[in-house]
C-alpha cells in the first residue's frame, strides 16, 4: 500500500484538509506585509537641503529662501542633495537664470527637510538614509533578505529533521519577538540587525507552510490548495496597502504588520505534524493516531489501518538526519532538478521584487499601486490554476516568467509621458510575476520526494532568496544609466524562464517519497499507478 491509497480510505479533501489549510493560510497573510514593507518603512519623501537661519533671510517668505538657497533642475522642482554655498540672491530678480557653475553649489551641509504630508516618518526620516546615505536605506531590504536567505537553509534541514510543524511554531514565535525589536530600535544597525533576524524567522514560514499543507491533500486536490494558499499571499498584499495608508509612523507600522503572528501561533496548536513526515522518520505510532482523527473528522469512522502497514510504506529507512542538502546533488536526476530549480527560483524572486519594490513611475500613488498589484494576483492565480492542470507546470512555469520580463523591458520602451500605458503593462507584468511565483512553490514541492521534500525547498528558497536581497540594489545601477535596472530584471527573467524547459513535468504525479522514485523514473519512464510495489507509481 502507497500513503496516497490512504487518501482514498480517509478522505483526500474533507473537512479535516479544508480546517488544515484555512489554518495554515493565517501565517501566509503575514508575509507579504514584511516581504513588501521596504515600499514603506524606507519610502523616501520629498527633501531638500536644510537652510540655516541667517539674518538676510528676515523679510523673505519660505519660497523666496528656498529659490536663493537650493539649485533646480530643467523641470523646476528643487535638487535633494544640493545647495549653494551662498546665497544667490540675484534669483530674486529672474529665477530662470539658474547659475550654470557647480563650484558654487556644495552637498547638504545642515541635514535635510522632508515632506511630511504622506508619511510621519520612515527610517530614511529618521536617520537621514538620503543622497549619500541612499545605499543604507536600500540595503534594509537586503539584509532582511539576507535573513530569509539563511532561514531557508537552516529551516529547510529542521524541519526535515525535526518535523514541519515544531519549526513553523518556532518560526512564528521568533517572528513576533523579533518584529517586535524591529519597531523599538533605537538606531540603524539595531534595526538591520533585528529585520535581519526577522527575515530569518519569516523564511521557516513561508518555507513550510505549503508543504505541510500538500502533504494532508491528495493528488487531485494539490493544486487547489496550492493556489488557495497563495491567494492568502495576495490578502496580505492588499492588506499592506491598507495598513500602512492607515498607520504613517514606522514604528508602529512594524507592530501592526507583526501583531498577527500571535493569531496563527494559537491556532496552529490544532494543525497536526504531517504523516507523511512522521512516517519516512519512522514516527509510526504518532502517524497512526493523526490518520485515525483525519479519518473521523471526515466522517469515515470505519477506516482502520495498524501500525505495521504504515511501516511497510516506508519507502526509505534511513532516519532524517541521514539526508542533508548535498544528497540533493548526488543523483544525476536530483542533480538536474536542483540545478535547474535554482536558477528558475533566482528569475522568479528576482524579477518579482523587482518589480514590487518599483510602485512609482506609473501613474498611481505608491497606496494604490501596492493595492493594484496585490489585486491583479488573485486573477493571475485563478489563471494559472487552470493552466498548471491544462497545459502543465513546465510550460506554465516557463511562459510566466519569460513573459514577465518581456512586459519589464517593453515599459523600457514606452516613453514616460504614456502613464497609462504603462501602467497597463506593469500590472499585466505583475500577474506574469505572481503567476510564476504561484507555479514554482507548486511545482517544486512535486519535484522533490517527502524525505528530501524541506531540503529542496530550503536549498531553492536560499537561491530565490538571493535574487530577492540582489533586487533592492539594483535600483541603485540608475546612477550608471537610467534603464539599466530594468534592463537587468528583464534579462534575468527570460534567461531563468528559459531555463525551466529543462525541468520534468510533474501534472498528475503523485509525490515521490524516495530518492529512488525520482531517479526510476526518470530512467525507465513514467510508471503507473498500477505499477507493482516494488517500483512506486508516480504517475496517476
Not at 288 to 308: I, Q, Y
Amino acid at each position: 500500500m502507497k500513503f496516497e491509497d490512504l487518501f482514498l480510505e480517509i478522505g483526500g479533501f474533507g473537512r479535516f484538509q479544508i480546517l488544515v489549510l484555512f489554518i495554515l493560510c493565517l501565517p501566509r497573510i503575514n508575509l507579504p506585509m514584511h516581504f513588501l514593507l521596504h515600499n514603506f518603512l524606507a519610502a523616501t519623501p520629498p527633501h531638500h537641503c536644510a537652510i540655516p537661519p541667517q539674518e538676510a533671510f528676515e523679510n523673505l517668505t519660505t519660497e523666496e529662501v528656498l529659490l536663493i538657497s537650493i539649485p533646480r533642475d530643467p523641470d523646476g522642482t528643487y535638487r535633494s542633495c544640493e545647495m549653494f554655498s551662498q546665497p544667490q540672491f540675484q534669483l530674486l530678480l529672474n529665477s530662470s537664470l539658474q547659475p550654470e557653475n557647480s563650484s558654487i553649489t556644495q552637498h547638504c551641509q545642515h541635514g535635510w527637510v522632508y515632506d511630511h504630508s504622506q508619511f510621519t516618518s520612515t527610517i530614511a526620516t529618521q536617520w537621514d538614509l538620503v543622497c549619500e546615505q541612499r545605499g543604507l536605506n536600500q540595503a534594509t531590504a537586503t539584509f532582511f533578505f539576507i535573513g530569509v536567505t539563511i532561514g531557508a537553509v537552516i529551516f529547510g534541514y529542521l524541519s526535515d529533521r525535526f518535523g514541519r510543524k515544531a519549526m513553523l511554531q518556532l518560526s512564528l514565535v521568533c517572528s513576533v519577538v523579533f518584529g517586535m525589536l524591529s519597531a523599538a530600535s533605537v538606531s540603524y544597525s539595531m534595526l538591520a540587525i533585528t529585520r535581519t533576524l526577522t527575515g530569518v524567522a519569516l523564511s521557516g514560514v513561508s518555507l513550510i507552510v505549503l508543504p505541510l499543507g500538500m502533504e494532508w491533500v491528495d493528488i487531485q486536490h494539490r493544486t487547489f490548495s496550492g493556489i488557495l494558499t497563495s491567494i492568502f499571499w495576495s490578502i496580505g498584499n492588499m492588506l499592506l496597502a491598507m495598513v500602512a495608508y492607515l498607520v504613517r509612523e514606522w514604528h508602529w507600522l512594524l507592530v501592526a504588520v507583526t501583531g498577527p503572528c500571535l493569531l496563527s501561533i494559537v491556532c496552529l496548536w490544532w494543525v497536526p505534524e504531517s504523516a507523511r513526515w512522521l512516517i519516512a522518520n519512522g514516527q509510526v505510532k504518532q502517524a497512526h493516531r493523526n490518520l485515525l482523527r483525519c479519518a473521523r473528522m471526515n466522517g469515515r469512522k470505519d477506516f482502520t489501518v495498524s501500525p505495521e502497514a504504515l511501516r511497510k510504506m516506508a519507502t526509505d529507512k534511513k532516519p532524517g538526519g541521514s539526508y542533508s542538502y548535498i544528497s540533493l546533488f548526488r543523483t544525476p536526476v536530483l542533480r538536474k532538478i536542483s540545478l535547474c530549480s535554482g536558477a528558475v527560483w533566482f528569475g522568479v524572486a528576482f524579477s518579482y521584487y523587482g518589480m514590487s519594490m518599483n510602485l512609482t513611475g506609473f501613474g498611481l500613488n505608491m497606496y494604490l499601486s501596492q493595492f493594484v498589484f496585490g489585486v491583479i494576483e488573485i486573477p493571475a492565480k485563478i489563471i494559472m490554476y487552470v493552466l498548471v492542470n491544462r497545459v502543465g507546470r513546465r510550460q506554465s512555469q516557463a511562459w510566466s516568467l519569460i513573459l514577465t520580463g518581456l512586459c519589464i523591458g517593453a515599459n523600457i520602451i514606452i516613453p514616460k509621458p504614456f502613464t497609462s500605458l504603462r501602467s497597463i503593462v506593469a500590472i499585466m507584468g505583475k500577474g506574469f510575476s505572481e503567476s510564476a511565483f504561484t507555479t514554482v512553490f507548486l511545482y517544486t514541492s512535486e519535484l522533490y520526494p517527502t524525505v528530501l521534500r524541506q531540503n529542496g525547498m530550503g536549498y531553492t528558497s536560499f537561491v530565490a532568496r538571493l535574487g530577492g536581497a540582489l533586487a533592492p540594489l539594483v535600483f541603485l545601477l540608475d546612477e550608471v544609466w537610467r534603464s539599466l535596472p530594468e534592463v537587468t530584471y528583464c534579462g534575468v527573467a527570460v534567461c531563468c524562464g528559459s531555463v525551466a524547459f529543462l525541468l520534468p513535468e510533474t501534472l498528475n504525479v503523485c509525490l515521490p517519497e524516495g530518492i529512488e522514485d525520482v531517479e526510476k523514473t526518470q530512467v525507465k519512464g513514467p510508471p503507473q499507478i498500477s505499477a507493482p510495489e516494488s517500483m512506486p507509481p508516480l504517475l496517476k
